[in-house]
């Protein structure tokens, strides 16, 4: 089944912004009223709710949502969305990605980052040499970890100032002190 098909746009002809960011995924339906459960790749899962339109994307296609309604739940999230009204519609979304527009989001301080811009960029260590590229993070509580795939080799590298020291955002290089052995 199209996604189109199972969304109403919020305009006729809404233009999906060419800034978007996924936040996380739709994992399945929660209740029989229309719910979904949500995955959130944020630092703090609710703030997903900070945004009115969700764009929900498969395959290429974005459609514009609305959020009426959020719960966080112990691991995951539920959200009531506009025009989605039973249990069948929520589970045809499943597997979905959740996306805002980068301009929606908060400013950032110096020195700040949010994830989805480090996932992609090339890491180096002092000698020069290639560690890989970010793959994806984790929330370990203490810090955040960088996850570098370098062909098969898997680097966990911890996000603080005594390990990166550089994020160069236009070269999309990362510069850390770390050996490749560690």
């Not at 160069?168 to 560690?182: H, N, P, S």
Request: negative net charge; charged residues 20%.
């Amino acid at each position: 089944m199209a996604l189109k098909s199972q969304l109403p746009r919020l305009q006729p002809d809404a233009e999906v912004p060419d800034d978007l960011v996924s936040m996380g995924y739709i994992s399945g339906a929660f209740g029989v009223h229309g719910w979904v459960n949500v995955v959130a790749d944020t630092e703090y899962a609710d703030s997903l709710f900070d945004y009115e339109t969700w764009w929900l994307g498969r395959d290429g296609h974005w459609q514009a949502c609305v959020l009426e309604q959020g719960q966080a739940h112990a691991k995951k999230l539920a959200a009531k969305l506009a025009g989605i009204a039973d249990r069948d519609a929520a589970h045809a979304l499943r597997g979905c990605t959740i996306a805002v527009p980068r301009s929606a989001m908060p400013e950032l301080g110096e020195d700040e980052f949010y994830w989805a811009d480090l996932v992609g960029m090339r890491v180096v260590n002092t000698q020069g040499e290639a560690l890989g590229v970010v793959s994806n993070l984790l929330s370990t509580g203490a810090n955040d970890v960088l996850v570098i795939h370098e062909g098969k080799t898997e680097r966990l590298l911890p996000f603080v100032a005594a390990v990166v020291l550089t994020v160069d955002q236009a070269e999309r290089l990362i510069t850390v002190d770390w050996g490749l052995d560690y």
